[in-house]
């Protein structure tokens, strides 16, 4: 729970400094270990709940859809992921993978936004 509280924490003050009007998160899959999967649909749960207490649209994607979008193919490794976070955000220094991860994320989302938003304008 303590660990929970940090993250909890630790959204609320990155959504109150950089004030974002979007937030994208990458659905969970299924993991063979059934604890880790728990953990990680709590660590979710907060994703999810920072940015709807401010009223703040969250948007969900699948890991094969952030991975299309950043890289082309919905089976990519970590590490190709991160190579094209590089390079489609150059000067972005990444703390690891899970940081690229992150960004690919909010890559997709824009990519989809950007999508919806073009098919919106031609639809009328």
């Known amino acids: 729970a303590e660990r929970l509280a940090k993250l909890h924490q630790g959204l ?3 959504v109150d400094r950089y004030q974002p009007m979007e937030a994208a998160v990458e659905e ?3 993991n063979r270990n059934p604890n880790s999967t728990l953990k990680l649909g709590q660590a979710r749960g ?3 709940l920072v940015p709807a207490q401010t009223g703040i649209p969250v948007a969900e994607y699948t ?3 952030v ?3 950043v890289v082309g193919a919905g ?3 970590k590490e190709q992921i991160a190579m094209m976070v590089s ?3 150059p000067g972005v220094a990444l703390a690891g993978t899970d940081a690229a991860d992150a960004l690919a994320v909010a890559i997709c989302h824009a990519h989809h936004r950007q999508s919806a938003a073009i098919l919106k304008a031609v639809s009328g």
């Open 28 to 30: 969970t899959f299924v």
């Open 12 to 14: 609320v003050q990155v």
């Open 46 to 48: 907060i994703a999810l």
């Open 87 to 89: 390079t489609l955000l």
């Open 75 to 77: 089976h990519a490794a």
């Open 63 to 65: 890991p094969n859809m």
């Open 67 to 69: 991975k299309k979008a």
